[in-house]
């Protein structure tokens, strides 16, 4: 038998219950540092790197410091058509970080992620779990004091 | 055991009678028929993450990897034709345009599969250009493995021989897409707090991303197929 068949009955369980489990600890801890991912490998007997690469697998769990707000702009063709660069780029003006940063104060990290599911609402965007579709470079600015 | 659980194929022209449940490529090696493969381990599962053991089986819509896929009775099966080879051309150039290592002018380029792949297929220099290339600083962190992550074709090896073989599970895929990368603990360096001198990682690897460090050689990189 391989050594991945000797694997304990509990740690394929919680290998089953790792995405909800970081589900949860990103809500109760607002991002997935390495300290919450390390205890999480401690409860489940996971190993760290493969926690950290599940998370890392989705866009939706952050392991990079993240701000107290994400913004996840549509990164898709149909966002893009319509202009989903322009709309990053107001953002980039109000907030003047680039893709994959976060603003000084914390307040604000952005993203551009895979489909959001609401290409009929194009160019679209999250703000934590918020959708604001049919967006134009000159809503941003309303949008982002509404965070303020 | 007789007929009973027995499958009769044909590859490349030879009759051939297995156990059911071999798969395609450990048909052929039985019969002297070499496929290529890089991301197999010899009698651990498969991971069927290269392609390059892509085969042809008559009747089959496309073709199929050979590393996992079981034989059935009457299969007739082309490991070498030419819809195959241009299919394998394909595969090595593009894991070649990912693999920004130095085996072109490194001394060392016998260590690495994929650059001998490319060359018995007569690849040449790929024609795809990465907007952005997959490049990472060397790391020399530990001193019984420098990894090179620059020269990793994701083949998973390194990580079923650290979790199925040595039992492990230091190393992970990390991201996705094209930020795809092996990753130790919180994507950090892979310090010998993590990882001692097993070296199992490094005799798996076919393209030397992982080696010895140097005055660490008792480990050669590749040897296992």
Known sequence: ?????????????????????????????????KTVLTSLADKTGLPLNEIYGVATFYAYLPVAAAGKNIIRVCGCLPCDLKDAQGVIGSIKKE?????????????????????????????????????????????????????? | ??????????????????????????????????????????????????????????GSRTLMGACHTPVSQGMVVHTHSPKVVAARRVIVELMLTAHTGDCVNDTNAENCVLHNLASDYQVGAPRFNVRAPRFYPAEEANPYIVRDLSKCILCRKCIRACS??????????????????????????????????????????????????????????????
Do not use: W
């Open chain 1, 1 to 33: 038998m391989s050594a991945a068949g000797k694997e304990t009955q509990s740690s394929i369980a919680n290998r089953a219950e790792l995405l909800p489990a970081l589900k949860q600890e990103l809500g109760k801890n607002g991002n997935l540092s």
């Open chain 1, 95 to 148: 907030l003047g970080i680039e893709p994959g940063q976060t603003t000084a104060d914390a307040r604000f990290s952005l993203e551009q992620v895979g489909c959001i599911g609401a290409c009929d609402q194009a160019p679209a965007m999250m703000i934590n779990d918020t959708l604001y579709g049919n967006l134009t470079p000159a809503r941003i600015a309303e949008i982002l004091k509404s965070f303020k």
């Open chain 2, 1 to 58: 055991m007789g007929n009973m659980g027995r499958v009769k194929l044909n590859i490349d022209g030879t009759s051939v009678k297995v156990r059911e449940g071999t798969t395609i490529l450990e048909a052929a090696a039985v019969h002297g028929i070499t496929i290529p493969t890089l991301c197999h381990i010899k009698d651990q599962l498969p991971t069927g993450a290269c392609r390059v053991c892509v085969v042809e089986v008559e």
């Open chain 2, 164 to 225: 199925d073989i040595a039992g492990k599970n230091i190393l992970s895929i990390g991201y996705r897409g094209f930020r795809s990368k092996v990753v130790t603990g919180f994507d950090e360096a892979l310090t010998a707090e993590a990882c001692r001198d097993c070296g199992i990682c490094i005799e798996h690897c076919p393209t030397g991303a992982m080696s010895a460090a140097p005055g660490f050689k008792a480990r050669k990189v590749g040897i296992v197929r």
